[in-house]
C-alpha cells in the first residue's frame, strides 16, 4: 500500500520511496495518459509521444493517473504526463511524488497546485524538466 505524509516521506509497504535518478531521456521510462474525454487533440497528443518516444527508452499507458504517480514515486517509471486532469485524480499522487523528491509542474514548467483541470508532468526534477522544456513551451 502506498501512502504519504507531508514533510514525513513516501512509503510503499511501511519502506521509503523516492523517485528514480535517471538524468538522460534515452534512460527514462516514461507513462502518459490519453485524456480520453478530449478526442480532438488525440493527433497531438500522439505526436508528442512519439516525439518522447524517440528519445526514450520506452512509453507505457497505465490509464490511471493515481496509479501512474505512486509508479512514478516509487521510482518504477521516470515520468508521467497527462492533460485535462481533474483534481480528483492526481491530488493524493502528487502527495506521493512530492514527499518522495519528485515534483510535479503543469505544461508552463509551474509547480502544479491543486487546480480543477490539471495537465501535468511529474517525475524526478531533471526528467520532468527536459519534457517540459522540450515538448510542452
Not at 512509503?11 to 474525454?37: C, W
Request: charged share 25%; net charge neutral.
Amino acid at each position: 500500500m502506498f501512502y504519504a505524509e507531508k514533510d514525513k516521506g513516501s512509503f510503499l509497504n511501511g519502506k521509503r520511496i523516492y523517485v528514480s535518478d535517471a538524468e538522460q531521456m534515452k534512460d527514462s521510462l516514461i507513462s502518459v495518459g490519453t485524456s480520453p474525454y478530449f478526442k480532438e487533440e488525440a493527433e497531438q497528443n500522439f505526436m508528442r509521444f512519439a516525439s518522447v518516444f524517440k528519445e526514450c527508452q520506452d512509453i507505457r499507458r497505465c490509464g490511471s493517473a493515481s496509479l501512474d504517480l505512486a509508479n512514478v514515486a516509487c521510482g518504477r517509471i521516470d515520468a508521467y504526463m497527462e492533460n485535462h486532469l481533474k483534481i480528483w485524480d492526481y491530488a493524493a499522487g502528487t502527495l506521493l511524488v512530492r514527499e518522495a523528491n519528485g515534483e510535479v509542474y503543469n505544461y508552463k514548467g509551474e509547480k502544479l497546485f491543486m487546480e480543477l483541470n490539471g495537465n501535468i508532468v511529474a517525475g524526478n526534477k531533471n526528467i520532468a524538466k527536459i519534457l517540459i522544456g522540450k515538448y510542452f513551451k
